[in-house]
């Protein structure tokens, strides 16, 4: 059974850091995309940073300069790097994994950040 497993969330204050992990596990499968996604309250799930097994990555706007996704492909792990945090990142941040042909969603990580 394939699992996502987050760590890394919790409260800062604005301009400070946080780095969340996540792990594949359960699976002898190639991952190929990893990467986060982050809704917040009453809002849709959007896109944070994507990575490709090959280190290839894509952000959204409004992270860039600020955020760094990287991969851990022996261990089949991402990282988000985020510095500067703004109030407004604050949402639940959720692992995304393409491995094999299917998509899979960790359970999700509360980050906030106070103003």
């Known amino acids: 059974q394939v699992q996502l497993v987050e760590s890394g969330g919790g409260l800062v204050q604005a301009g400070g850091s946080l780095r969340l992990s996540c792990a594949a596990s359960?699976?002898?499968?190639?991952?190929?995309?990893m990467g986060w996604y982050r809704q917040a309250p009453e809002k849709q799930r959007d896109l944070v940073a994507t990575?490709?097994?090959?280190?290839?990555?894509n952000y959204a706007n409004s992270v860039k300069g600020r955020f760094t996704i990287s991969r851990d492909n022996a261990k089949d792990t991402v990282y988000l790097q985020m510095n500067s945090l703004k109030p407004e990142d604050t949402a639940v941040y959720y692992c995304y994994a393409v491995i094999g042909i299917r998509d899979y969603w960790g359970q999700g990580t509360q980050v906030t950040v106070s103003s």
């Open positions: 990575i490709t097994r090959g280190g290839a990555t």
């Open positions: 359960g699976t002898r499968l190639n991952t190929y995309v």
